[in-house]
């Protein structure tokens, strides 16, 4: 039962990410083994700030 829990947890927690907008690191990880393996991943740190500039620094990415 616990595990079910923390299974339904989980996915609601990566629909409220995708809902708000926050980046999914480990989705990104996933990506690029798949489909580009002989990169090498982001850090969690130039991944947050690459979404960041690309969400924020984009013109017509904002109403304001």
Do not use: K, N
Not at 17 to 26: L, N
């Amino acid at each position: 039962m616990i595990a079910t829990a923390r299974a339904w947890l989980s996915r609601a927690a990566v629909v409220v990410r995708r809902v708000i907008g926050a980046p999914d690191y480990e989705h990104y990880l996933a990506h690029v083994r798949e489909r580009q393996p002989g990169r090498t991943p982001l850090t969690r740190e130039q991944f947050t700030r690459s979404q960041l500039i690309a969400r924020y620094d984009t013109p017509g990415s904002r109403c304001c």
